[in-house]
């Protein structure tokens, strides 16, 4: 049985830090890049970060380099998005999905295999 499941969002001022937390079945570890995405509020979903498991290889949008870091704990079959420096334009649902790892550097939603449920983070001015 294939599960994601996002959570640790929260309500931060600008400036402020989150880490988010995505908890995966093992299957996904093994054989999936897992990539962090986000939707804002009248927008589409969005890549944001992506990591495999595998040799830890990551992945960033531009807007969020040096700003988030995704890591991942295989023995605990998790992996995080540590967000520094936030701000109001971070504001959305983030989701964590399961994709093959050549898709891994482009991100496409239409390419996501498996989604777990989002968590929303929230970042005021």
């Known amino acids: 049985d294939v599960q994601l499941q996002a959570f640790g969002g929260g309500l931060v001022q600008a400036g402020g830090s989150l880490r988010l937390s995505c908890s995966a079945s093992?299957?996904?570890?093994?054989?999936?890049?897992v990539g962090w995405f986000r939707q804002a509020p009248g927008k589409e979903r969005e890549g944001v970060a992506s990591?495999?498991?595998?040799?830890?290889?990551?992945y960033y949008r531009n807007s969020v380099k040096g700003r988030f870091t995704v890591s991942s704990d295989n023995a605990a079959n998790m992996v995080y998005l540590q967000m520094d420096s936030l701000k109001p334009e971070d504001t959305a649902i983030y989701y964590c999905?399961?994709?093959?790892?050549?898709?891994?550097?482009?991100?496409?939603?239409?390419?996501?295999?498996?989604w777990g449920k989002g968590t929303l983070v929230t970042v005021s001015s």
């Open positions: 990591i495999s498991p595998d040799d830890g290889s990551t």
């Open positions: 093992r299957l996904i570890f093994d054989d999936y890049a």
């Open positions: 999905g399961a994709l093959q790892r050549r898709w891994r550097l482009t991100l496409p939603i239409n390419r996501v295999d498996y």
